[in-house]
């Protein structure tokens, strides 16, 4: 008994190892994510004070790379709690290594998409106005709470399955041991903390798969109920949820591969975690081109001319380039990788998870700028360059999201402990118990 004892610490090792073991790495890295973050900054501090002259947004083109990065950033934090949701609501045991790092994907994303319509204005109090003389009827307003809402279940859905995992930490003592002790809420791991516990744990699942798939569906109806070529239309909602999960599943892999390589977990996050993970990519790319495929298919079809302008300005005009970018990273490269047991390695997975973050990217910049491009009234066709500005601020934006991510694991277990212990102890008794529930018995002989 106490050699197995042992031999699960010693396992488990790994997994406290990024806390207590400070590299120059970690140093290094965090340095070099500061500079370019407080360039970003200083950027952003000089939009504010030149105002929105200094992008490239203009007339026609009135949104850019804000409302792109925007709609990119808040499609990321489907990864999170949606998946871990979905996973834990479905009792796949194979969630357990994963679903921490899913959920504080959610948390740090969805606070760093919130702030992009704040950097899109050019005087950022007015935001106010939004809660001061906000209306009922815009789609910004039901934007802004469900946001809020999400932001909230999600940050809770991810701090309430941390506290054994903090409760571990404060126990093995250390300089950060109050700070441990505080977040860990008195928990001593009893029969009765477990239980309330696990019943909020699965309440909150419950709730933020309704409030995710609300958060993108509000925020395509920003586009759909305007009467602006290109937006207008039903399949939006559901478009945008798909592209949203398309996306959070392809960050995650590539964050999972990351943290794998860097911290040697190996043992955890093995094979068959990114076999599973990247047969979903393959079924969301399949998902995601019937929706473009319809989309495109039925404004075809119609023929309306202001709708073909925005059509042709994507297929063969400025903006083919992207366009056909776009249906390669996100389809093509997928399918190809994902679909032959021969690519789907761990570096195909990562080649195919890089193709389409990069390639929803470019989705959602075809969906914001043709469309603004090619206006109703008679004026000709425009085009967005963005400037140093929005390019700097889309980096630094990236640069929170890995920094936040590595403090996050200098700081908190990246993958649940307390959950791998489990899984060690119970699983395999519920697995064969839940087996034997279903699978029908020996045939019963009549008389």
């Known amino acids: 008994m106490t050699e197995e004892k042992t031999k699960t610490i010693d396992i488990d090792e790994a997994l406290y190892r990024p806390i207590y073991e400070t590299g120059r790495g970690f140093y290094l890295t965090v340095g070099i994510l500061l500079m370019i973050i407080l360039f970003a900054a200083f950027m952003y501090v000089r939009q504010v004070y030149y105002g929105l002259g200094v992008t490239g947004m203009n007339q026609p083109v009135t949104w850019g790379f804000y409302i792109v990065n925007f709609v990119f950033f808040i499609g990321i934090s489907h990864a999170g709690t949606l998946i871990s949701a979905i996973l834990r609501l479905s009792k796949a045991e194979w969630r357990r290594p994963i679903t921490r790092m899913a959920e504080v994907i959610t948390a740090i994303v969805l606070a760093i998409g919130g702030l992009h319509p704040i950097i899109d204005l050019g005087r950022p109090d007015r935001v106010l106005n939004i809660f001061t003389a906000g209306r009922l009827q815009s789609p910004l307003l039901w934007d802004v709470t469900s946001i809020t809402a999400y932001f909230t279940a999600s940050t809770v859905y991810l701090y309430l399955p941390m506290i054994p995992d903090i409760a571990k ?179 195909g997975i990562l080649f195919a998870s890089i193709t389409v973050v990069i390639g929803m990217w470019l989705e959602r910049l075809n969906i914001v700028i043709p469309s603004l491009a090619n206006p109703r009234m008679e004026l000709g066709s425009g085009m967005y360059f963005p400037s140093l500005t929005e390019w700097s601020l889309f980096v630094g934006a990236i640069a929170v999201f890995v920094l936040g991510y590595v403090l996050f694991s200098k700081f908190f277990p990246i993958i649940s402990i307390w959950e791998i212990e489990e899984g060690r102890e119970e699983s395999i008794k519920e697995v064969e118990k839940r087996v034997k529930s279903y699978l029908p018995g020996p045939a019963e002989t009549s008389d």
């Open 169 to 347: 930490l404060r126990d093995r003592g250390g300089k950060l041991t109050r700070f441990y002790d505080f977040l860990s809420w008195g928990w001593q791991g009893t029969d009765h903390q477990k239980k309330v516990l696990n019943r909020a744990i699965n309440i909150l699942m419950v709730m933020v798969i309704p409030i995710a798939v609300s958060v993108h569906t509000v925020i395509s109806y920003i586009f759909s109920m305007t009467l602006q070529p290109g937006w207008h239309s039903t399949i939006f909602g559901p478009y945008f949820v798909v592209g949203a999960i398309f996306s959070g599943i392809a960050a995650l892999l590539i964050v999972m591969i990351a943290f794998r390589k860097v911290f040697h977990l190996e043992n955890y996050l093995k094979l068959i975690h990114f076999q599973y993970l990247s047969t979903l990519l393959l079924i969301m790319s399949l998902l995601w081109f019937y929706f473009t495929f319809s989309e495109y298919l039925t404004g075809i079809f119609g023929a309306e001319p202001h709708e073909m302008d925005v059509i042709l300005y994507k297929f063969t005009g400025p903006y083919a380039i992207f366009f056909w970018s776009m249906v390669v990273f996100n389809f093509i490269i997928p399918v190809i990788v994902l679909s032959f047991k021969k690519f789907k390695t761990i570096k």
